[in-house]
């Protein structure tokens, strides 16, 4: 069985980090699978690039210039979706020519078209897609914050500068609606939240559908904790490529320690934060009322380490399909604290291996991070857990067993 695994990039982004995982661990289980990007940052041999450089530069400026217009010359909200109308040609590339199966990743902003979609349908090839947000499921949006107008047919959308019944979504709308109606699909979701956006949505309702999470290597997790923390506090991890992204929800992290600051100033002292990643606008740092250290952005190969120093990992998003931080810490042995927003509730169960915080409730994910301070975790419990959810091997299994009822 030749499986060929397409997403944008092998390392760049949340969805890449887990596509090339699915790939090598499908190759760990004896599978023949590859991987096709269009942007390739690692040397992996099973990887290739798809196309030109000029082809792909040519794809992303007139997919973004045609929002742009589109979009009455709205900046603020030009990657927040996608309208794949422009692609590179990954069609003629023979590991998709001898490919039995497609499993179609994360394959926007000048990767795939969906008229170079529906025309992969045509080549006869079972045809596998993995969502890791929102896409396939709306008119044009990878996260829909909060709108529900997916369920019926997009339109008068929060992200054109003059909404209507007919602006932008929902023309793109009409395009999936009609490459879904001509072409087969197997739709996995990561997430059981996930899956129920997509059972709502007018687009996908009534497709087929698996729920299959994201892989880890978990063997790269230990759980016995680090003896380089400070004595007697409890650490709280936070991580992010960009901590400062809007979806990660920055300010909603500092309103939930300085509250603990504020109204449990004795507790507040053994706490710690430790948060790693990008953040544009470092000022936000003073903000903190905990004491913190920043470290910065950090390769995948330290994270492990980070999370063996912290007691806790948090996660203050407004959306997430499934958050791999959440999964990394608990792997090395971390209580997890987060908002019950998304596919969180597949990693946390409340109050047993983690917290579960109202969402946008500041005080409840206070709350969260006190109960976690007062546990004395099962670091190994926590770890094997994620063994026997998440791990490569397990995740294998589950594509192969897809596939082979394809």
């Not at 599978?31 to 196309?51: H, I």
């Not at 079972?126 to 896409?135: A, E, F, N, R, Y």
């Not at 999370?307 to 209580?335: K, M, N, W």
Request: charged share 25%.
């Amino acid at each position: 069985m030749k499986i060929v695994i397409l997403n944008t990039s092998d390392s760049k982004g949340g969805a890449a980090i887990v596509s090339l995982r699915l790939m090598r661990a499908l190759c760990a289980a004896g599978m023949d699978a590859r991987m096709l990007v269009v942007d390739r940052r690692t040397d992996d041999e099973r990887v290739a690039v798809a196309g030109t450089p000029e082809q792909l530069k040519w794809a992303f400026l007139r997919e973004r210039l045609d929002i742009f217009v589109r979009n009455g010359l709205l900046r603020s909200e030009l990657f927040k979706v996608s309208i794949a109308n422009k692609g590179v040609d990954v069609l003629s590339h023979p590991w998709v020519k001898n490919a039995d199966i497609v499993c179609i990743n994360w394959i926007n902003q000048g990767m795939m078209s969906l008229a170079s979609l529906e025309a992969l349908g045509k080549m006869g090839k079972k045809l596998v897609w993995t969502m890791h947000d929102m896409w396939c499921l709306t008119g044009m949006c990878h996260h829909s914050y909060g709108c529900d107008h997916y369920r019926e047919s997009c339109g008068k959308c929060r992200f054109v500068r003059f909404p209507h019944c007919h602006d932008l979504s929902y023309r793109t709308w009409k395009k999936k609606q009609r490459l879904y109606s001509r072409t087969d699909f197997h739709f996995v979701a990561v997430s059981s939240w996930l899956a129920d956006r997509f059972r709502e949505s007018s687009l996908t309702a009534g497709k087929p559908l698996t729920v299959i999470p994201n892989a880890l290597p978990v063997e790269r997790f230990a759980y016995d904790r680090s003896t380089n923390i400070p004595v007697g506090k409890k650490v709280i991890a936070m991580g992010a490529a960009r901590l400062d992204d809007p979806v990660k929800g920055f300010e909603l992290m500092t309103e939930a320690v300085n509250h603990i600051a504020t109204q449990y100033p004795e507790k507040a002292k053994n706490l710690q934060l430790l948060l790693f990643g990008d953040i544009r606008n470092p000022e936000l740092l003073t903000q903190l009322k905990l004491p913190y250290e920043w470290i910065g952005p950090v390769s995948l190969e330290r994270i492990p380490e980070l999370y063996r120093r912290s007691d806790i990992v948090l996660s203050s998003s407004h959306f997430e399909t499934l958050p791999t931080t959440l999964i990394e810490g608990q792997a090395a042995g971390c209580l997890a604290v987060a908002f019950d927003h998304g596919g969180q509730r597949d990693i946390i169960n409340h109050r047993k291996n983690g917290y579960l915080a109202k969402y946008a409730d500041t005080a409840d994910l206070a709350e969260g991070i006190l109960w976690a301070a007062e546990q004395t975790a099962d670091r190994a419990a926590l770890h094997y857990s994620v063994v026997e959810r998440f791990s490569e091997a397990r995740i294998a299994e589950m594509y192969i067993r897809l596939f082979e009822q394809l």
